[in-house]
Structure formats: structure tokens, C-alpha cells
């Protein structure tokens, strides 16, 4: 690892803030490093919170943890500093091709001692070839446990043992490249001049297999990743049902063919238009609804049962939005939607409209808003997993949550929406 250190600039381990070596360095969600203390000190000082280095700003003040790979690099680098001359030419690389320099290195030194020694035999040289064959093997086999442990870790421990893995797993591959490149030099120092142009042919081989478990190791990561992100919003469905609050319809804003129940609590399409007074809050030609309940700021949720329907339509509105003639569904005209059509065909009226998937069909689907997060997210109750999620957003006023039966539809789709208490 010394020799290592010693390829290394003082730049790859100073703070950009106080432009010293990282003392307990962290991580911000952007993915750049300061100093704890700097990096504080900074959004204590400057509002909102953004990264002194990409200028990205964060809502919320991120949690830092403290980067224990970059720390014990840094702690390294500073011990060995003392005698080892660095060199401030290296530009900034990631591990691996750090390593196939390291590699490099060792090799241009190999071929300059094998020209003193010429008495190893040919199969011998055939036979390392073979063991450096097994490499990427083995690394992929390393990478592949390594993700599988990962999988397996609870939503409050990833994001610290997601560096812990990826450091691990660095250590163990440079480890095992070393200990090659030391068996190589052993096995060169008998080779004969004569085996100088199958040397170079092998490292040209072994800086593509290095470029291809590079390529592995990121596609690998990038699919933990998602699977891991795909995982959390469905852990999250009973801390947000925390938030319930109880929904009424409103009569006023219903369309003129909509049956409310008493209690406000049911809607479904009567087939017949009831001779209604047309005020501006009232749909006129689309059978919608608004509750009477709205959101402008913190979070709400709340629970639609959907069970027996072939059509229906959920989600919030903006207290603006255009209520006569023709309606376009998105988020730029104030509707955050999904639906279900022809009793299979699931959408996100995300402008444009995205096809979902959900694994079974949801009986009842609980929809979660948070004003200042800029999220709304919809759920499969019974499944406890996440449908979709519109992020991202910017409210500016009242959002009221928003409810379609759909047409009768000469009573295939006569079964009413449902706003019934959660399920905790």
C-alpha cells in the first residue's frame, strides 16, 4: 500500500474549503468530501445549504457521516508523506485505473530486471499466464458477494456500509493484483529475452480484463443502486401513513352525473346529469371531484379503496387549476394523477404519461403528499410497496386531493371509490 501512497498528489486529499489534508472527512449527497468541521461551518454561515464545489442546493441540510475510507487514506497519506517524495502531476483517477497504473509500474520495472536473469522454461510462463486467466473471475465473484451482502443490509445502515463494501472490496482487489504482479516478478526474473513479446501481449491482455471488471463493477453498482432505492419508499408506507388526515368530498366541485354519498365518503357515476347550479368551483364536463380538505404546507395522506373498478383516477390538484371544457391531466397543469383504464392499463399523468407496472392489481391505493419535499407518492396498500412517485415538484398554493370514478360504463364500472381510514 505504501508504494501506492507514494504515486498519490496532496491535492486528491485536501479540503477545497480550507485547503488542508481532510480532518474526518464526509461525504454531501453530490457525492464531493470536505472536512466536517469546514463543511458545517459553511452552511451555518451560508443559506441555503449548497456544495461549495458543484453549487447544488439542498433543501434540507443533509445528515453527514463521517467517509472512513477517505479518512484512513488521508491519515495514510499524511505518516507517509514524511519520507516519500509525491508527485503533483497524477491527475485525480478512480481506484481501479489507479491500479493499472501501480500495475504499470511494477511490469516496466519487471521487464528491466528479466534482462538479467534467462533460465526460466517456457511452460512455466504458460502456467502463471493461466493463474492471471482466473483473475477477473474471481474479482467478479468478489464484487457479486460483496452486492449480495449489501442487499440484505436495513434502509438505516446503507449508506454507510455501501462505502464500507465498496472500500473493502477495493482492498481485496488491490491486494490480489499486488500479490499477482509480486508472482509475476519472480516467475520474470527467470525469464529469457527471448519471452519479451509474449510479456507485453499479457499486459496488453491485462489492461483490457482491468478495463472490463471496471465496466462490471460500475454496471453492478449502478443495479444496486436502483434495486436499493426501489426498496425504501416500500419500507416507508407505514411511517407515512402516520400523516393521515381525514378526507371529505365536496359537493360544490362535483360533477353534475356524481352520486356523493352522505357522509362524503363515496362517489360513482349515475349515468344521469342532475340540473345543478354551474358555479365556478364545479367541474362541468369531466366527472371529477375535490375534497374539501387541502394541503399547504407539512404532509398529508390518505386511503382509496378501488376494489371492483375497470377505470378511476387518484391524486392531488392545485386550487387553480381550470375546472370547464376540456382538461389536460399533468403537473404543469396543476394535476398530479395516476389511473387505471380498460381495467389493466395503469399510467402517471407525468406529461408525458408513464406506463406502470404495479405486481398485482391494487385494491387500495394510499396517496402521500409532501408540501415542502415537492413529493407526492401513490402505494398499493395491501402489497405495502410504491407505485410511483412524482419528485421533484414546486407548490406554490392549496393542493386538494382529487378523485375521478370514471363513466359507469353501462355498470362494469359501477363500484364506487371509497375513502376509507388507513390500514396501520
Keep these: 500500500m505504501s508504494a501506492a501512497s507514494c504515486l498519490l498528489t496532496e491535492d486528491q486529499f485536501l479540503c477545497s474549503i480550507c485547503?488542508?489534508?481532510?480532518?474526518?472527512?464526509?461525504?454531501?449527497?453530490?457525492?464531493?468530501?470536505?472536512?466536517?468541521?469546514?463543511?458545517?461551518?459553511?452552511?451555518?454561515i451560508n443559506k441555503p445549504c449548497q456544495c461549495p464545489n458543484c453549487k447544488k442546493d439542498f433543501n434540507i441540510k443533509p445528515e453527514l457521516q463521517v467517509n472512513t475510507f477517505i479518512s484512513e487514506m488521508a491519515a495514510q497519506f499524511r505518516q507517509e508523506a514524511k519520507d516519500v517524495p509525491v508527485y503533483s502531476g497524477l491527475k485525480k483517477k478512480t481506484w481501479m485505473v489507479f491500479l493499472l497504473g501501480l500495475m504499470c509500474v511494477f511490469v516496466a520495472w519487471m521487464v528491466s530486471e528479466q534482462k538479467k536473469h534467462f533460465a526460466l522454461l517456457k511452460d512455466e510462463c504458460e502456467a502463471q499466464k493461466a493463474e492471471l486467466c482466473k483473475t477477473q473471475s474471481e474479482i467478479q465473484q468478489m464484487i457479486q458477494k460483496e452486492i449480495k451482502h449489501s442487499m440484505e443490509l436495513s434502509k438505516e445502515d446503507t449508506d454507510r456500509l455501501i462505502f464500507s463494501a465498496l472500500k473493502e472490496s477495493v482492498q481485496k482487489i488491490q491486494a490480489e493484483l499486488i500479490e499477482k504482479v509480486k508472482e509475476k516478478q519472480r516467475t520474470t526474473e527467470k525469464l529469457s529475452e527471448g519471452f519479451f513479446k509474449d510479456l507485453k501481449q499479457e499486459v496488453s491482455e491485462l489492461r483490457e480484463r482491468s478495463t472490463e471488471v471496471e465496466q462490471l463493477y460500475k454496471a453492478q453498482l449502478k443495479k444496486l443502486s436502483n434495486q436499493i432505492l426501489n426498496l425504501l419508499p416500500e419500507s416507508d408506507l407505514r411511517r407515512v401513513q402516520q400523516h393521515e388526515v381525514d378526507v371529505t368530498l365536496d359537493p360544490d366541485t362535483a360533477h353534475p352525473r356524481l352520486i356523493l354519498s352522505e357522509d362524503g365518503k363515496r362517489v360513482h357515476d349515475s349515468d344521469v346529469r342532475k340540473n345543478l347550479t354551474d358555479n365556478p368551483e364545479r367541474y362541468e364536463k369531466h366527472v371529477f371531484v375535490l375534497a374539501k380538505q387541502s394541503i399547504s404546507s407539512g404532509t398529508f395522506y390518505f386511503e382509496v379503496q378501488v376494489k371492483g373498478k375497470t377505470e378511476w383516477l387518484l391524486g392531488v390538484a392545485r386550487e387553480s387549476v381550470n375546472r370547464k371544457g376540456d382538461i389536460t391531466l399533468s403537473?404543469?397543469?396543476?394535476?398530479?394523477?395516476?389511473?387505471?383504464?380498460?381495467?389493466?392499463?395503469?399510467?402517471?399523468?407525468?406529461?408525458?404519461?408513464?406506463?406502470?407496472?404495479?405486481?398485482?392489481?391494487?385494491?387500495?391505493?394510499?396517496?402521500?403528499?409532501?408540501?415542502?419535499?415537492?413529493?407526492?407518492?401513490?402505494?398499493?396498500?395491501?402489497?405495502?410497496?410504491?407505485?410511483?412517485?412524482?419528485?421533484?415538484?414546486?407548490?406554490?398554493?392549496?393542493?386538494?386531493?382529487?378523485?375521478?370514478?370514471?363513466?359507469?360504463?353501462?355498470?362494469?364500472?359501477?363500484?364506487?371509490?371509497?375513502?376509507?381510514?388507513?390500514?396501520?
Design 19 to 44: 485547503l488542508e489534508v481532510f480532518t474526518d472527512p464526509v461525504s454531501t449527497p453530490c457525492g464531493h468530501n470536505f472536512c466536517k468541521t469546514c463543511i458545517t461551518q459553511h452552511w451555518n
Design 331 to 424: 403537473p404543469e397543469d396543476g394535476y398530479w394523477v395516476i389511473w387505471l383504464r380498460n381495467d389493466s392499463e395503469y399510467s402517471a399523468a407525468a406529461g408525458p404519461n408513464v406506463h406502470l407496472s404495479p405486481k398485482s392489481p391494487p385494491q387500495k391505493v394510499g396517496v402521500f403528499v409532501d408540501y415542502e419535499g415537492g413529493l407526492v407518492s401513490f402505494y398499493d396498500v395491501d402489497a405495502e410497496s410504491l407505485i410511483y412517485s412524482f419528485t421533484g415538484c414546486s407548490f406554490t398554493e392549496k393542493l386538494f386531493p382529487f378523485f375521478s370514478p370514471s363513466l359507469n360504463d353501462g355498470g362494469k364500472n359501477s363500484a364506487p371509490l371509497i375513502i376509507s381510514p388507513a390500514s396501520h
